[in-house]
């Protein structure tokens, strides 16, 4: 595993340098990911429009450790404080959404949301005895369902 960590952290300062990144960054590994904290005064750069720069960074990232390792590993990026504001607001998403579903007894649907933030729901709905959750649709137009149990 310290070797995994130890490929990742000159792959990403690699990659880092041909982009021009000069940010200083912390890697940790777990059995599922790679984890990679990047402290930065400027985050709206590193994160993009809806965290959409963000999203690309850690599949280039996770697809080059792909090919390093012979195996793939999840990247998750935190910059700035992002991903655990995104977190919380997906949780109270999630309990907001629960409740309305359960006083209305109606499935609510939640468009627009990366696959990330579609598993944070899920993970965080998952042994609720009132709601079950499910995505439906392809590509793009993946949506998060929320219904009545």
Do not use: C
Request: negative net charge; hydrophobic residues 35%; glycine residues 6%.
């Amino acid at each position: 595993m310290a070797e995994n960590k130890k490929i990742a952290e000159e792959l990403i300062k690699e990659l880092f340098d041909h982009l021009g990144i000069k940010e200083s960054f912390e890697v940790t590994e777990n059995d599922e990911s790679i984890d990679l904290v990047i402290s930065s005064d400027e985050p709206g750069l590193i994160i993009g429009r809806h965290g959409d720069t963000l999203d690309s960074l850690q599949l280039i990232i996770s697809l080059m450790l792909a090919k390093k390792l012979g195996e793939f590993k999840r990247v998750s990026i935190e910059v700035g404080d992002y991903k655990k504001n995104r977190s919380d607001y997906l949780k109270n998403l999630a309990a907001q959404t629960k409740e309305r579903v359960v006083r209305e007894r109606q499935e609510v649907y939640l468009p627009n949301l990366k696959s990330w933030e579609r598993r944070e729901v899920h993970l965080y709905l998952q042994d609720d005895p009132d709601v079950v959750s499910e995505s439906v649709g392809e590509g793009k137009e993946r949506t998060l369902v929320v219904k009545p149990r």
